[in-house]
C-alpha cells in the first residue's frame, strides 16, 4: 500500500514537470540541464522532467513603462524637469532572456539618457513646440540598442515640461506682452481699414456724383442738340415749304402782298403808341411805295 503511494506521488510529480500550458500573448523560455533549448509557444507542451525547466517566463503583450522624472537642461542652459512614459513589447524570448540581465532597467536608463541628448540639442521655446520630433527621437535611440536585448520600442510620450518657477513667470510676462501686443496691432489695423473704407467710400461717392453730373451735362447738351435739330429741321422744312410755294404762279405777289401787310400794321401800332419817339425808316419813298403795291394787290384781290 505505501509502495503504490509513493509510486503515485512520483507519477503525479512526472507529470506535472512535464505537461506545461502557457497562456495566449505568453513565451516561456527552457533550459535543458542549464543550456537554452527552446521556447515554448501557446498552449500544451510537454518537457522531460528534472532535465527540462522553464528559466524565464515572457508577456508579449504591449507593456506601458513608466519613466521617472529627471532634470534636463536645454542648449540655452536652462532647466526642465521632464517625465514621460515608454510603449515597449518582447518580439524575442530567447534574447529577452539573455540578451540583457535586467532588459526593462536598460531601456528605462536608455530613455532618459537618450532624452536629456535630445533635450540638450533644443533651446527652450523648441522643447515645447517640438515634443513629436522629441519623441521620435528617442523612440528611434532606443530602439537601436534594443534589438539586441529581444524588445521592440513602440512609442514614446512626454507627459509633463515643468521649467523652474523664475522662467515660467517670465514666459508667462512674455506671453502677456504678445497678447499686448497683437491687441495694440489689431486695433491699429483696425483703425486703419476703417480710414481706408471711409476714403474709398468717399472716393466712390465722389466718382459717383461727378459721373451723374457728367451724365446730366450730356443728357442736356443732347436734350438741346435735338432741340436744335429739330428746330433747325422744322425751319428747313417751313423754307422748303415757302420756297416752293413762291414757285409756283402768284407766289411772288403773294409774297409781296404779305410783307406789305406786315409793314402797314407795323406802323399802324408805331402810330398807335402813346410814346413821343417815333423811328421812320430814312427812306420814305420805298415805304411808300411797298405800301401803294400792297394796297393794289389787295384791290386786284376783291375785284376778283
Same mark, same amino acid.
Given at each position: 500500500m ?8 512520483i507519477?503525479v ?6 505537461? #506545461? +500550458? ?16 527552446g521556447?515554448l ?12 525547466r522553464?528559466?524565464y =517566463?515572457?508577456?508579449? =503583450? ?5 519613466i521617472?522624472? @529627471?532634470?534636463?537642461?536645454t542648449?540655452?542652459n536652462t ?21 540583457s540581465? !535586467? ?11 537618450s ?5 540638450? #540639442?533644443l533651446?527652450l ?9 522629441? !519623441? ?13 536585448w ?14 523652474? #518657477? ?13 497678447? %499686448? ?7 491699429? %489695423?483696425?483703425r486703419?481699414q ?19 453730373? =457728367?451724365?446730366?451735362?450730356?443728357n442736356?447738351? @443732347?436734350?438741346e ?15 422748303? +415749304? ?13 409774297? @409781296? ?34 405800301i ?6 389787295? @384791290? ?5
Amino acid at each position: 500500500m505505501e509502495i503504490a503511494i509513493v509510486i503515485f506521488v512520483i507519477a503525479v510529480i512526472f507529470i506535472t514537470r512535464s505537461i #506545461k +500550458v502557457v497562456p495566449q500573448q505568453h513565451a516561456w523560455v527552457i533550459e535543458r540541464l542549464g543550456k537554452y533549448h527552446g521556447t515554448l509557444t501557446p498552449g500544451l507542451n510537454f518537457l522531460v522532467p528534472f532535465v527540462d525547466r522553464v528559466a524565464y =517566463k515572457h508577456v508579449l =503583450k504591449e507593456i506601458p513603462l513608466d519613466i521617472a522624472s @529627471q532634470v534636463c537642461i536645454t542648449r540655452d542652459n536652462t532647466q526642465l524637469q521632464v517625465d514621460g512614459i515608454l510603449y515597449f513589447q518582447v518580439t524575442d524570448a530567447m534574447r529577452a532572456s539573455y540578451g540583457s540581465s !535586467n532588459y526593462i532597467l536598460a531601456i528605462s536608463q536608455l530613455a532618459q539618457t537618450s532624452l536629456r541628448s535630445v533635450i540638450g #540639442k533644443l533651446e527652450l521655446d523648441k522643447t515645447f513646440e517640438e515634443r513629436d520630433i522629441i !519623441n521620435a527621437q528617442v523612440v528611434q535611440a532606443i530602439d537601436e540598442a534594443a534589438l539586441n536585448w529581444g524588445v521592440k520600442v513602440l512609442r514614446y510620450e512626454i507627459k509633463d515640461l515643468t521649467p523652474p #518657477k523664475e522662467i515660467l513667470h517670465a514666459m508667462q510676462q512674455q506671453i502677456t506682452a504678445e497678447r %499686448e501686443k497683437r491687441a495694440l496691432i489689431a486695433a491699429s %489695423e483696425g483703425r486703419r481699414q476703417e480710414q481706408i473704407n471711409i476714403a474709398t467710400g468717399e472716393r466712390e461717392a465722389f466718382i459717383a456724383r461727378s459721373e451723374g453730373e =457728367k451724365q446730366a451735362a450730356i443728357n442736356n447738351a @443732347q436734350g438741346e442738340a435735338g432741340a436744335i435739330t429739330a428746330v433747325a429741321e422744322a425751319t428747313a422744312r417751313a423754307i422748303e +415749304v415757302v420756297a416752293n410755294a413762291i414757285r409756283q404762279p402768284g407766289g411772288e405777289q403773294a409774297v @409781296q402782298l404779305k410783307v406789305a401787310e406786315r409793314a402797314v400794321d407795323a406802323y399802324s401800332k408805331v402810330a398807335a403808341e402813346s410814346s413821343t419817339t417815333l423811328i421812320v425808316p430814312s427812306n420814305m419813298t420805298e415805304v411808300s411805295a411797298l405800301i401803294t403795291s400792297a394796297m393794289k394787290m389787295i @384791290q386786284m384781290q376783291k375785284a376778283q
